[in-house]
């Protein structure tokens, strides 16, 4: 019931090795006849301690992933940024003029009082405090609430939110500058790769690179074979085949056009027709995209009296999100089933294992609504495993 960690990374036990090495450990004690089905009190007992080392070699597994930019989230991600001379790039604030004017009386207004757009209702609140003679206009900087792109064309901030004695009026003459959200995890992925191969020009990682650049692409995978015969994933010799989701068919076949050049081969059920704008040429170069495969789940709990009344409800929600790659465990997030990622059952505990009250049965999956298994669900070089509400039951 080890895990292991040598050359090639960390492999460690999922639930049912786990069990079947204890079931064996069982019987070596006790003898072949020793009784061991989910009825029996060395059977539960078998069943409990395995679940438990699953879940921690899991968060070992999660551990680990923290030093993988592909895996690491949060500020571990931050971390690793780090390493490629990167810092990521921090949330930014929309700013705007306003032009703020004072009745007969004059006013007198406090640092942080708010204005906003009456449609929208975005705020913005003043940078300094600000003393208006009477039938004065001032214009003085403010700056949004929230951060992000808040935007505010001219004359739409005319919403005084904090009434203020003698504060008639207030507009912005233009619009406001723009600001950003916290650069996210998947975007600062996406910018280490670019880093991280930078040097590179026709190597597979440095294509990768330049296909996450294009922009709407989320998801890519290169596959090479420098052999001088078609390889088993159907590769010709000396060819390349890229698999991206997201971004135009024009711009993925410039970008591998512009990594590979004329004399690499290229495989895909996209072609598109790419024009050299040097030699005039024409190239058929190919691509694929991403075939979703339905994965239909269904979870067998024996539930305790601690088991939440929307228990079943969250473990779909969470196994959904698993598939989807938003499933965070301690801030850590879970590694989603990626392209060509075989399905396996038994990863699917920890996103069920988060809601409390209750022991895992079986998990059974497949492509169909049935009959399901827990035997693993092959997904190839071209597939990406993927999951709905409707297609997760909890029994």
């Given at each position: 019931?080890?895990?292991?960690?040598d050359?090639?990374?960390?492999?460690i036990?999922?639930?049912?090795?786990?069990?079947?090495?204890?079931d064996?450990?069982?019987?070596?004690?006790?003898?072949d006849?020793?009784k061991?089905?989910?009825?029996?009190?060395?059977?539960?007992?078998?069943a409990?301690?395995?679940e438990?080392?699953?879940?921690?070699?899991?968060?070992?597994?999660?551990?680990a992933?923290?030093?993988?930019?592909?895996?690491?989230?949060?500020?571990?991600?931050?971390?690793?940024?780090?390493?490629?001379?990167?810092?990521?790039?921090?949330?930014?604030?929309?700013?705007?003029?306003?032009?703020?004017?004072?009745?007969?009386?004059?006013?007198?207004?406090?640092?942080?009082?708010?204005?906003?757009?009456?449609n929208?209702g975005?705020k913005?609140?003043?940078?300094?405090?600000?003393?208006?003679?009477?039938?004065?206009?001032k214009?003085?900087s403010?700056?949004a609430?929230?951060p992000?792109?808040?935007s505010?064309?001219?004359?739409?901030?005319?919403?005084?939110?904090?009434?203020?004695?003698?504060?008639?009026?207030?507009?912005?003459a233009?619009?406001?500058?723009?600001?950003a959200?916290?650069e996210?995890d998947?975007?600062?992925?996406?910018?280490?790769?670019?880093?991280?191969?930078?040097?590179?020009?026709?190597?597979?990682?440095?294509?990768r690179?330049?296909?996450?650049?294009?922009?709407?692409?989320?998801l890519?995978?290169?596959?090479?074979?420098k052999?001088?015969?078609?390889?088993?994933?159907?590769i010709p010799?000396?060819?390349?085949?890229v698999?991206?989701?997201?971004g135009?068919?024009?711009?993925?076949?410039?970008?591998?056009?512009?990594?590979?050049?004329a004399?690499?081969?290229?495989?895909?059920?996209t072609?598109?027709?790419y024009?050299?704008?040097?030699?005039?040429?024409?190239?058929?170069?190919?691509?694929?995209?991403p075939?979703?495969?339905?994965?239909?789940?269904?979870?067998v709990?024996q539930k305790?009296?601690?088991?939440?009344?929307?228990?079943d409800d969250?473990?779909?929600?969470?196994?959904?999100?698993f598939?989807?790659?938003?499933?965070?465990?301690?801030?850590?997030l879970?590694?989603?089933?990626?392209?060509?990622?075989?399905?396996i059952a038994?990863?699917?505990y920890?996103a069920a294992?988060?809601?409390?009250?209750?022991?895992?049965?079986?998990v059974?999956?497949?492509?169909?609504v049935?009959?399901?298994?827990?035997?693993d669900v092959?997904?190839?070089?071209?597939?990406l495993?993927?999951?709905?509400?409707?297609?997760?039951?909890?029994?």
């Amino acid at each position: 019931m080890m895990s292991t960690i040598d050359e090639t990374g960390l492999v460690i036990d999922r639930y049912d090795d786990t069990k079947a090495k204890f079931d064996a450990d069982l019987k070596a004690a006790f003898g072949d006849g020793i009784k061991l089905g989910a009825d029996s009190v060395f059977g539960q007992i078998s069943a409990i301690v395995s679940e438990r080392v699953s879940d921690q070699n899991e968060l070992i597994e999660l551990v680990a992933g923290i030093f993988n930019s592909n895996s690491a989230a949060g500020v571990f991600l931050s971390q690793l940024l780090k390493l490629n001379g990167l810092d990521r790039n921090e949330a930014e604030f929309s700013t705007v003029a306003l032009d703020i004017t004072a009745n007969t009386a004059g006013a007198s207004i406090a640092i942080g009082a708010k204005v906003s757009d009456p449609n929208v209702g975005e705020k913005f609140a003043i940078d300094a405090a600000v003393t208006l003679a009477p039938g004065e206009t001032k214009t003085v900087s403010a700056t949004a609430v929230n951060p992000g792109s808040i935007s505010a064309p001219a004359g739409t901030l005319t919403k005084i939110e904090n009434p203020t004695y003698g504060w008639e009026s207030v507009t912005n003459a233009s619009d406001a500058s723009l600001g950003a959200l916290e650069e996210s995890d998947t975007d600062a992925r996406i910018r280490r790769d670019i880093a991280a191969s930078a040097t590179g020009t026709s190597n597979a990682a440095a294509i990768r690179s330049a296909v996450l650049e294009v922009d709407g692409v989320d998801l890519a995978k290169v596959y090479e074979n420098k052999s001088s015969i078609t390889d088993s994933r159907g590769i010709p010799p000396h060819s390349i085949w890229v698999v991206a989701r997201g971004g135009t068919d024009a711009d993925l076949a410039k970008v591998i056009f512009e990594k590979t050049g004329a004399g690499c081969g290229w495989k895909g059920a996209t072609t598109f027709s790419y024009s050299d704008p040097i030699t005039g040429e024409t190239y058929d170069v190919k691509f694929s995209r991403p075939t979703e495969v339905p994965i239909y789940v269904t979870y067998v709990l024996q539930k305790y009296g601690t088991y939440p009344s929307n228990g079943d409800d969250l473990i779909v929600e969470n196994t959904v999100k698993f598939f989807n790659g938003e499933f965070y465990l301690n801030g850590v997030l879970v590694q989603p089933f990626g392209l060509d990622d075989d399905v396996i059952a038994s990863r699917l505990y920890t996103a069920a294992n988060t809601v409390p009250g209750h022991k895992i049965l079986e998990v059974y999956i497949g492509t169909a609504v049935g009959p399901l298994s827990s035997i693993d669900v092959s997904i190839g070089p071209d597939q990406l495993a993927g999951t709905e509400v409707s297609k997760v039951v909890v029994e």
